[in-house]
């Protein structure tokens, strides 16, 4: 049975901060399935409200936009994340894999794998300042980490992690937008590639006894 549409009653007892939310859900789920060239008419009918209503809350479709930025891509960033990777009383190996881990199950998402796509397929701001943060408050202090922590003469390069991020990223493209079949479980290629990355730059790596249970189980399933 088909659950009958709120009545303009019902609409009327949202108070302005759940109005508020109601839009920029329905915004972000709209703009992830038709792309950033989506308009606002649409959007309203797809939400069963008036034009201007939405441009009550958003003055313009840029606004309604940076507020998805916002919510989708800032508010998933842990504040914990710089602390966690400039910890050097834990292994790089151990650090870089509990990013990535927490990083996945932030992003790993129908709205935020195809918004990003679609930005980017539109040339839009969006991507190039979302990469900008990521790279100033996450890429480059790893960067760093991996560095202090390789003991040879050769050295990782921004380059060098952004493969690796893209690489981990990759998993969640597949799933969301070319949509075809992946493991429930992505955490065996994330500490393959962590493994990967180490191992070409000669970076120590603790024992399997060493890490929690589930680093050694994936560890294992990567060596089989």
């Known amino acids: 049975m088909t659950k009958a549409s709120p009545s303009a009653g019902d609409r009327k007892r949202l108070s302005p901060e759940e109005r508020r939310a109601m839009i920029l859900a329905g915004a972000t789920a709209y703009f992830s399935e038709v792309g950033l060239e989506g308009n606002t ?3 309203s009918k797809r939400l069963g409200v008036t034009q201007s209503l939405i441009f009550n809350y958003f003055s313009t479709k840029t606004d309604l936009l940076e507020a998805v930025y916002r919510s989708v891509y ?3 960033i842990s504040p914990d994340w710089p602390a966690l990777i400039a910890d050097r009383s834990r292994s790089i190996h151990d650090r870089a ?3 990535y881990r927490e990083y996945t199950q932030a992003i790993f998402s129908y709205e935020w794998m195809r918004i990003f796509m679609f930005s980017g397929l539109a040339g839009a701001e969006l991507n190039r300042r979302y990469l900008e943060h990521v790279s100033g408050l996450l890429l480059r202090p790893l960067m760093e980490e991996f560095r202090h922590a390789a003991p040879g003469p050769r050295k990782p ?3 060098d992690i952004w493969n690796l991020h893209g ?4 998993i969640g493209i597949r799933r969301y937008v ?5 493991p429930d479980d992505q955490d065996p290629a994330i500490c393959a590639a962590i493994s ?5 730059f000669d970076i120590p790596c603790p024992s399997t006894e060493s890490l929690p249970a589930r680093n050694a189980q994936a560890a294992d399933i990567t060596t089989r």
């Open 74 to 76: 800032l508010d998933r």
């Open 97 to 99: 894999l509990t990013f």
């Open 167 to 170: 690489g981990i990223i990759y």
């Open 41 to 43: 008419r649409e959007l």
């Open 178 to 182: 070319y949509q075809v079949p992946c």
């Open 196 to 200: 990967r990355f180490v191992d070409a």
């Open 157 to 159: 390069e921004m380059e």
